[in-house]
């Protein structure tokens, strides 16, 4: 183990890592300037676990019912060798699918282990593309790997690979219902960006046996159930714009070991478990150790981060609770009683926020104007 991963295992403190996946990277990238989130994810903390116990319980994760309603589906389409979804290939999508090997990659002769399973997938994607062949061939489970931070993180992905005349197509099992045609923009959308990271770590996975970008398909395979029945069906989704968002958020995320360099030595978020697995370490003094990382706390994280109730707290009264755009605008002015003060004339601007000031008292005068409020 090198000097960093003991530090991260340090931080994590004795339990189990939490591995990334596909919505931990959506959700890191969607904000690549907090280091709380991304020391977290680093060390595999669980930050639900960690939220909850520091006093603030956020509500996230899938209920047990729609964890065993995806289960259910996702082995329903697999079903008989992929069956049902070499179907939906042939009829919905129009490809044309000759013939179809199965390879499973969800454990290696019972060995499940990451290393393993990644190595096998890497060597039977280049197989497959160093064949030549027109035979389609189903990826079940291959495990991917990316680096997040300047570290290599692998992927758990939920998801086959399909691979048709040497060219990968993603594809993507959801649980939620498409109805009449229509199916949750939401979910959708995270759906969308979920693919996308997988996109581009099968891209990277290939640029390593020397296939260019564009051997992995610019749209992936949706499949959903369709209206009430569990009976599946598939829509092509193009994730171009999502790749481009996602490739410029990894490429601005700082390298865990600059991060780590600015953190106290003994800095852990270890709960202090005693015989019986209950936590001996106060919620404050958790909170304190948390609040050793810098967050950039914005009202997004309120939908992507189980810390967000915690950083909202910590962020009470500042400008970043309004949103990145007013933070980025009031730049030097961080709290929002300074603004209000900026505004009406009671608060004197430092030199660097002379400008904002001048805004400030204009916006001020003429929302007086218009309410008919006194000066
Ligand atoms: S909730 Fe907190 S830790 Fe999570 S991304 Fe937002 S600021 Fe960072």
Known sequence: MNAVES???????????KSHNARTIAALTSNPGCARRAIMDAAGVDKQRLAAYSGFPAPFGQSQFAITRGNAFEAQVKANGCAELLRLLREHLGLSIPEVSYDDLNDVGGNTGLVVRHVRTRSLLARAVNSGSDAG????????????????????????????????????????????????????????IQSAVYVHALRELLAGHGMA?????????????????????????????????LRRQLARLAS???????LP???????????????????????????????????????????????RHEAQGRTETLGREVRDELGAIDSIAAVLGLADGTLAPADDQAEAAGLLRAAARLRRECTGEAA
């Open 7 to 17: 530090r991260l295992e340090h931080i994590r403190g004795r339990v189990a890592p």
């Open 137 to 192: 061939t189903l990826f079940d489970h291959p495990l991917l790997r990316l680096q997040v931070a300047g570290r290599p993180v692998f992927l758990e992905p939920d998801l086959i690979a399909f691979q048709l005349g040497g060219r990968f197509h993603v594809v993507e099992i959801k649980s939620f219902a498409v109805i009449d045609g229509q199916a949750d923009g939401d979910k959708v959308a995270a759906a969308v």
């Open 213 to 245: 970008e564009d051997a992995v398909a610019d749209e992936v395979v949706l499949v959903c159930p369709e209206n009430f029945s569990n009976a599946p069906t598939a829509a092509l989704l193009d994730v171009r714009k999502q790749l481009t968002v």
């Open 256 to 262: 865990i070991e600059s991060l780590l360099d600015v």
């Open 265 to 311: 030595a003994d800095l852990t978020f270890d709960l202090g478990m005693d015989d019986d697995g209950v936590p001996s370490r106060s919620p404050a003094e958790l909170r304190d150790a948390i609040f050793t990382v810098d967050a950039r706390y914005a009202p997004e994280c309120l939908a992507s981060c189980e810390m967000c109730f915690l950083c």
